[in-house]
């Protein structure tokens, strides 16, 4: 990836396999309310798509904003399977390991490019990123350790 609207489609790419993931899996939930909920993160994920759609056709400038606050709840969880059976505490943990990782792939391209515009989208894409992160996190905390 050389370019930005390279990198912008490789972007666009992973909201749209974080969104047919979320899907996925609500489509294997077996309670009404994890399967809202799991609907809720596709649209969230294919929301960021359209955001970088219009920033690389030019209606939206994306860059990087204040700090996002990151609980490092998915530092702790061990890695779970996506199985057809999956509970909503798992599908968590997946949907927070994903984000970090998305998080760390655009964090680490930013710090490979000289100060550029390039530069400039890797870091708001990361910022996404972990703002998507902390949205699950939070999820989990209220939802999970809270009920424990």
Not at 73 to 82: C, P, W
């Amino acid at each position: 990836m050389n370019t930005v609207d390279e990198i912008l489609d490789y972007a666009i790419d992973q909201e749209q396999q974080a969104a047919d993931f979320y899907a996925s899996l609500a489509k294997r939930a077996e309670k009404a309310g994890m399967k809202e909920i799991l609907l809720e993160f596709a649209e969230e994920e294919k929301r960021h798509k359209e955001r970088l759609l219009a920033v690389k056709s030019g209606d939206h400038e994306l860059t990087p904003e204040q700090e996002v606050l990151d609980l490092k709840i998915s530092d702790y969880l061990v890695e779970v399977d996506a199985s057809d059976d999956i509970s909503y505490q798992d599908a968590l943990i997946v949907a927070m390991k994903r984000e970090r990782a998305a998080y760390e792939l655009y964090s680490d391209m930013a710090e490979k490019v000289p100060e550029s515009n390039l530069r400039q989208v890797f870091v708001g894409l990361a910022k996404e990123e972990a703002k998507h992160k902390l949205f699950f996190e939070s999820e989990y905390d209220e939802r999970v350790l809270m009920d424990n």
